[in-house]
Each structure stands twice: as structure tokens, then as C-alpha cells.
């Protein structure tokens, strides 16, 4: 049963876009200690999130800002409208966790929930993201970014699957790791569709269109060996999971190290 989810699998890689780098370790200060300018900084990409205001959420990044995964400022803005647009009432919440002053300066680390929902082809799909992740802020903008956490759900139907998911946050490069997506209720007379995804982290993985052949699951769920990759990289592994009665998508990023 083949079915395109290029559509989906962007939209849960775009969420993970308005958060998130930092060179060298970092010596943490609590929240309540950061100064006002880095809160307010914060709160003002928080609000202009919320409101949807590109203009204002690229005023806060720098015109030479970077990020990990391959962006600069202008394919980061293309990709937030992309997201805007098949998602207009998104609701971001972003909380300090630490920071440190570096020379001039700031490092941050940040913990953002995003959800929201959109409708397509007659269905409704809803969107709940978690990202941890820091940045680096030179003269009141941010710029650059790095994800270090990440684990996105895509959601629809009456009564989509309860889904349990087991996969390691980090493994060393070459080593083989277990990924399971475990349905918890009985399968009874239903029929259980589903495939794991492991695609590559960059900005041109955004956008590739992602073709299914999903294939019918005789057991509750997914279960597989994963092979990581030979040199420190990162990767996102995802599980489709279809009933008749609704589907559920989870992707989580995976740190492979040296």
C-alpha cells in the first residue's frame, strides 16, 4: 500500500525549526539569573512565533546566522513560512533552562513545546513537538543554532493508536540500536499498517518528498535493528502506524557520536 507523505513527514521536520548550538562546553547558570536582555529576547521570538510574524522572528536572528542542520537565514524564513501556511494557528511556548556568558556572548539552552492542528484531504491532523536545544546570541540576535533533543507526533482520526515509542537519544557511530513503536491496545479484527523511516538531518532533507510502502504488521506494532551510521552524524528515525480508525506518526532525532 504506497501512499506520499512528503506533505507530512515536512511539516514534522519544519516543527522542530523556531528552536534551537553552541561551540565548546558550557558552565550552565540557572534561568532566574539571565539578564534582561536575553529574556526579553526570548519572550519577543516566543510572541512573534505565536503571532505567525515572519518579519519579526527574523529581526531577532542574525542577517549571517547559521544553523546545524544546513539553514541560513533566508531557506530558515522560506521554511517557517512553508510551515505558517499549512499550519496558521500554532501555539509555541519557550522556556529558559539555563545559559552562560561566553566572551560577549550568550549561550542559552531552551526547551520549546509547539502544537497545532491543520486539516488536509478531509482529515485533521494535530502536531505536538518537544525540542531542548541551545543558541548562540551575539549583540541581541541569534546566530546560530543547534538542536539537541527532538521528538515531533503527527496525529488524525477518531481514535488513532496508542503508541508507546523505545529508541535510544544517542548511540556511537557503527553501533546497532533497537527501535520499537509499540501499539498498546489488542489488534482484534483490525488491520495494523506501518513502516520505520530513518532519513538523513539537513536542510535539503526538508524538503524531499517522502513516498510509503506501508506493509501490513502482523504483531502490535513495529520492531526493528537500526545500523548507525559509520560516522558521527544525525538521523531521523520515524514510525508510521495506520489503523482504520487513525494513524499516528512519531519522529525522534538520534545523536550518533564519535
Do not use: C
Not at 541569534?142 to 538542536?147: A, M, P, S
Amino acid at each position: 500500500m504506497a501512499r506520499d507523505f512528503g506533505q507530512l513527514g515536512l511539516t514534522l521536520t519544519l516543527a522542530t525549526l523556531m528552536v534551537g548550538t553552541v561551540v565548546g562546553p558550557v558552565v550552565a547558570e540557572p534561568a532566574q539569573t539571565a539578564p534582561a536582555t536575553l529574556t526579553s529576547l526570548l519572550d519577543d521570538l516566543e510572541q512573534a512565533a505565536n503571532d505567525q510574524n515572519l518579519a519579526a522572528v527574523l529581526a531577532l536572528y542574525s542577517p549571517n546566522f547559521s544553523h546545524a542542520d544546513g539553514f541560513d537565514l533566508g531557506s530558515y524564513g522560506s521554511a517557517l513560512a512553508e510551515l505558517w501556511g499549512a499550519y496558521p494557528q500554532l501555539t509555541y511556548d519557550v522556556e529558559l533552562l539555563s545559559w552562560e556568558a561566553q566572551g560577549d556572548a550568550l549561550v542559552t539552552e531552551t526547551a520549546t513545546q509547539i502544537s497545532g492542528t491543520r486539516a488536509d484531504s478531509g482529515r485533521e491532523f494535530t502536531l505536538v513537538s518537544e525540542i531542548q536545544s541551545r543558541q548562540r546570541v551575539e549583540n541581541g540576535q541569534i546566530v546560530y543554532q543547534e538542536i539537541l533533543t527532538e521528538q515531533t507526533r503527527l496525529v488524525t482520526g477518531a481514535n488513532p493508536p496508542t503508541v508507546i515509542l523505545h529508541i535510544p537519544e544517542q548511540v556511537a557511530a557503527g553501533d546497532r540500536f533497537s527501535f520499537d513503536a509499540i501499539v498498546q491496545e489488542p489488534l482484534g479484527n483490525q488491520r495494523l499498517l506501518g513502516q520505520a523511516l530513518d532519513e538523513g538531518v539537513t536542510a535539503t532533507d526538508f524538503t524531499v518528498p517522502r513516498p510509503l510502502d506501508l506493509e501490513p504488521l502482523a504483531a502490535g506494532g513495529l520492531f526493528k535493528i537500526g545500523n548507525a551510521p559509520a560516522m558521527a552524524d544525525q538521523r531521523w528515525i520515524s514510525s508510521v502506524l495506520i489503523r482504520s480508525d487513525g494513524w499516528v506518526i512519531d519522529t525522534r532525532r538520534l545523536n550518533v557520536t564519535d
